[in-house]
């Protein structure tokens, strides 16, 4: 069965760095798109950054230039490097796949395009 775990999050201060990781099993990471979403109460899911399975990758205008997403589809996970934090950041992050195999797919940065979610792992960003 699919299942994604996130791991990495915690508190830093504004300017500080965190990089999460998302551990995938039960399918191969190379045959799926992978994305990072966030979250805060009261707001909708925001697409933070996403691979897919041919290496394109989008990124969110808000965090540009300041994070990175990569995968290492031999150990099949997930990673984003986050620099320069702000608190605007500040969000339960959650990992999201969705398989490439035999679906119709159209690379996306929209929640609704991922089937599988992790439980999330929360960041926090103090000013």
């Known amino acids: 069965q699919v299942q994604l775990v996130e791991s990495g999050g915690g508190s830093v201060q504004a300017g500080g760095s965190l990089r999460l990781s998302c551990a995938a099993s039960?399918?191969?990471?190379?045959?799926?798109?992978l994305a990072w979403f966030r979250q805060v109460p009261g707001k909708e899911r925001e697409g933070v950054a996403a691979v897919d399975s041919d290496d394109s990758i989008m990124v969110a205008n808000s965090v540009k230039g300041r994070f990175t997403i990569s995968k290492d589809n031999a150990k099949n996970t997930l990673s984003l490097q986050m620099n320069s934090l702000k608190p605007e950041d500040t969000a339960m992050y959650y990992c999201?796949?969705?398989?490439?195999?035999?679906?119709?797919?159209?690379?996306?940065?929209?929640?609704?395009?991922?089937?599988?979610w992790g439980q999330g792992t929360q960041v926090t960003v103090s000013s």
């Open positions: 039960g399918f191969t990471s190379s045959s799926a798109a």
């Open positions: 999201a796949a969705q398989l490439r195999s035999g679906r119709a797919w159209s690379f996306s940065l929209r929640a609704r395009a991922y089937e599988y």
